[in-house]
């Protein structure tokens, strides 16, 4: 079984400044996939970023960065120059390689948000 | 290109009550489908998912019921709804593979209280 924890249940940044974003977990699995999800007032989740735990790069994706320590078991996020539409809850989230049909396991989530 | 429906968008329900909620895709075949629920205060939680029709793996015991009477037709209900069943309900699919991981898109969602 896996769990994911994110200790911050709020975090609060000025726009244009950087925030990272705690996430650690917890499996038994050897190969695994990452995920952090954006839901914004909407409620659609939407996929900002994916690491796969055998890279050892951490991803990117445009102003989005993961910190990912595979041996603490840490994943982080980090969003650099903070706009106005970075303001949702974000989820961390895991799932096994190997279960294509499987489902993601998630944090409880961290409610991001941006100060103008 | 693929889309995902959910209905009712918003449902009020008293206590005891039947549900039924709907979940269908378009644009792909023998989809992998999900419900996931989203309680106040919590991430998401995986309650059911599908890997073809009539076939219904459940992940949390409790008085939800999943069925999928067509390929690309996803449906949650309950015979007596409970206070604790209210939530956000959200749907996903994936496209079917036996490979290491297939990206789940994730449907518009239904908030569903309990009164």
């Known amino acids: 079984a896996q769990t994911v924890t994110q200790s911050q249940p709020e975090m609060s940044v000025q726009e244009a400044e950087t925030v990272t974003l705690s996430c650690t977990y917890d499996?038994?699995?050897?190969?695994?996939?990452l995920f952090w999800y954006k839901q914004p007032p909407s409620r659609q989740m939407i996929l900002v970023i994916r690491?796969?735990?055998?890279?050892?790069q951490n991803a990117t994706e445009n102003r989005f960065s993961v910190n990912f320590q595979k041996a603490a078991k840490s994943f982080s996020l980090k969003i650099s120059d903070s706009q106005l539409g970075d303001a949702a809850m974000y989820f961390c989230?895991?799932?096994?390689?190997?279960?294509?049909?499987?489902?993601?396991?998630f944090g409880k989530g961290t409610h991001l948000i941006i100060q103008p | 290109s693929q889309t995902i429906h959910q209905w009712p968008a918003t449902l009020v329900q008293p206590v005891g009550s039947p549900l039924s909620l709907e979940c269908t895709v378009e644009?792909?075949?023998?989809?992998?489908l999900y419900w996931y629920r989203q309680a106040a205060g919590r991430g998401l939680q995986l309650l059911f998912y599908s890997v073809g029709i009539g076939q219904i793996s459940s992940e949390v015991p409790q008085n939800l019921s999943a069925s999928r009477p067509q390929d690309r037709q996803f449906i949650l209900s309950s015979k007596k709804l409970l206070l604790s069943d209210s939530g956000f309900y959200l749907c996903?699919?994936?496209?079917?593979?036996?490979?290491?991981?297939?990206?789940?898109?994730f449907g518009p969602g239904t908030r569903l209280t309990v009164l």
């Open positions: 989230a895991t799932i096994h390689s190997g279960g294509g049909a499987d489902g993601l396991t």
């Open positions: 644009g792909t075949s023998n989809p992998n």
């Open positions: 690491q796969e735990a055998y890279k050892q």
């Open positions: 996903a699919w994936s496209v079917e593979s036996s490979g290491p991981y297939n990206e789940q898109f």
């Open positions: 499996t038994s699995e050897s190969d695994y996939y």
